[in-house]
């Protein structure tokens, strides 16, 4: 059974950069046909897909935080990350790494598997 | 503001049937699958539906999901109290280089 498990900071200076890991267990980043995510969830409201990574590097961003997000993978490690520079209070929420299950592939493909979930809070 | 449009809440009693709508545009429901999640209190989202109308294995048949043209829904029958949770619909939008996009989300009440 894939397991995903998000690790880093909670909490973030406002104008710094946040930084996510996500590792993963269970099955092997470098032999998936499908991408990783990254999808967060400010609290009390919905969710927001951030972007997406492909084990050969390839990424996809969501258009509205595109200038601000790096997405990269250590297929070494069984790990994937994220960093969202120039935070503001509007970044805090909860960020969960998700993946989709070997029955789908490619970037189009449903997350099937998440993480439990970090909260980040953004605040001086 | 959220791509794809929910209503915010929606409510029934058990043994009762609801729907919950989504609403989005050509470039994504129009033209790509839906998904539906589930996300019950405090846990991470649930993959519920794949592909329109397609369940995982281990989701009851009493979910049902249907698309019709830039439109999709998500039917409940036989509502349970463990039903509670909140709903997402999602779909992969092709405008720009393409990226999933996420509706506001439902919160289902079982009264």
């Known amino acids: 059974q894939l397991q995903l498990q998000e690790s880093g900071p909670g909490l973030v200076k406002p104008s710094e950069t946040l930084s996510l890991t996500c590792t993963v267990s269970?099955?092997?980043?470098?032999?998936?046909?499908?991408?990783w995510g990254w999808i967060r969830q400010p609290p009390g409201k919905g969710l927001e897909w951030i972007g997406s990574?492909?084990?050969?590097?390839?990424?996809y961003y969501n258009p509205s935080l595109k200038s601000r997000v790096t997405i990269s993978v250590d297929t070494s490690k069984n790990q994937f990350s994220l960093k969202l520079s120039s935070v503001t209070a509007a970044d805090t929420a909860v960020y969960y790494c998700?993946?989709?299950?070997?029955?789908?592939?490619?970037?189009?493909?449903?997350?099937?598997?998440w993480g439990q979930g970090t909260l980040v809070t953004v605040s001086s | 503001q959220s791509v794809l449009t929910q209503p915010p809440s929606a409510s029934g009693t058990p043994g009762q049937r609801v729907t919950i709508s989504c609403s989005g545009s050509s470039s994504n429901i129009g033209s790509n699958y839906v998904y539906w999640y589930q996300q019950l209190p405090g846990t991470a989202p649930k993959l519920l539906i794949y592909?329109?109308?397609q369940r995982p294995s281990g989701v009851p048949d009493r979910f049902s999901g249907s698309k019709s043209g830039t439109s999709a829904s998500l039917a409940i029958s036989g509502l349970r109290s463990e039903d509670e949770a909140d709903y997402y619909c999602?779909?992969?939008?092709?405008?720009?280089?393409?990226?999933?996009?996420f509706g506001g989300g439902t919160k289902l009440t079982v009264l």
């Open positions: 269970g099955g092997s980043i470098s032999s998936s046909s499908y991408y």
């Open positions: 999602a779909a992969w939008d092709d405008s720009l280089s393409g990226f999933w996009v």
């Open positions: 592909r329109n109308n």
């Open positions: 990574i492909y084990y050969s590097g390839s990424t």
């Open positions: 998700a993946s989709p299950s070997i029955t789908f592939g490619g970037v189009i493909a449903p997350f099937d598997y």
